[in-house]
């Protein structure tokens, strides 16, 4: 079997929710093996794309938050403790 391809262009919250169904599909125990590879590797695949979407906005927004001693006290704290896996 072949697994699905993802568009190039698809939006994080179509990604995120495909892997979500793609976690149902694999929860329910009821796909014969070869398909559950696939259905694995895809959802692998969308969490990638997920990941590499979080990181590019995490990164956009710590270039607009001001952080030197004249600001109005934002701090990247926050993002500090925020990991993508």
């Known amino acids: 079997m072949v697994a699905k391809k993802i568009a190039k262009n698809i939006k994080f919250e ?14 329910s125990g009821e796909l014969p093996l070869d398909k559950a590879l696939d259905v694995f590797k895809y959802g692998v695949e969308l969490s990638r794309v997920c990941s590499s979407r979080l990181e590019t906005v995490k990164q956009e927004v710590e270039k607009i938050v001001v952080t030197d001693s004249n600001d109005a006290g934002y701090k990247l704290e926050a993002f500090q403790d925020l990991e993508v896996k």
């Open 14 to 27: 179509d990604a995120l929710s495909e892997l979500e169904a793609q976690v149902q599909l694999l929860e």
